[in-house]
């Protein structure tokens, strides 16, 4: 009989969620040594790694599943992650701040409060070029939203083009060419030694002066030094950083006083139960039918 472990701050709200669907043959354990699936945050599991020695599969509660994919970490069981709900979630995100942006929201506060009648006229999405760094599940979700927009949207991918949405793809060596002709550069990179300051001085230098930065991947993937440069002298219109690394950043990070930079810490896509829950009892299905199971993680590419 598999017995599940459930390592998460909301661990009451997955069980709940879990007993109600009526798994054949699951029980809900908590000690251990006793189970042989895991379904939690990656960091807590981590730590838990010694004991898990009946250990087959875990199912991650986020898409970010560095915690257990670094060198020296075990890796004789399945490792899933939480693909296809958060595109939704990120679009939302991405699209709020794109929009401020244009419709110039914030400017008009500040006009507000200075009492002046301000009548600049606002920019359009329509027209504009999106470029995804990145253009796996989130990445194609935020293709997909582009177009109602009529943006046009090019992406950088190592190798697929899956994406029908995306009307020019870009892979290496064309990373600065790529840049090169963005309005707003999103970033859905996930943490691998790879996308480590991709986005570089040289990646600033090639955007556009009136381009948009908004990283919504992993912090690891900006260069903070070369960042505040390119903001505090004006090459770059704006940056909206839902990630960090570290993350909190200490009291003295330049971030907080940056100009045109503005942190929403990690705020941007919430892993809610209800919707992990669902792709877990997807694939405690194909487990006990001993089919492969989706959104496997490549301990390699570390995603």
Known sequence: MPKLLIVSRDAKAYRQLIEQANLPGLEIATDPT??????????GIRDLLP???RLKWIQSVYAGVEYLVKPGHRRDYILTNARGVFGDLMSEYVFGYLLTHEKK???????????????????????????LLGVGSIGSHMARTAKHFNMKVWGFTRASEDSQDVDVYFHPPELLKFASGLDYLVCVLPRTEGTNRIVNADLLDALPPHAVLINVGRGNAVDDSALVEALTQGKL??????????????AEHPFWTTPNLFLTFHTSAKSYAEDITKIFIENYYLYLAGKPLKHQVDFERGY
């Open 34 to 43: 006793e189970c042989d699936i895991v379904l939690g945050e990656p960091r």
């Open 51 to 53: 004991r898990l020695t």
């Open 105 to 131: 929201i914030f400017e008009r506060f500040r006009s507000q409060q200075a009492r002046h009648w301000d009548r600049t006229e606002s920019g359009l999405l329509r027209g504009k070029t999106l470029g």
């Open 237 to 250: 219109a704006a940056a909206v950083l839902d990630v960090t690394d570290p993350e909190p950043l200490p």
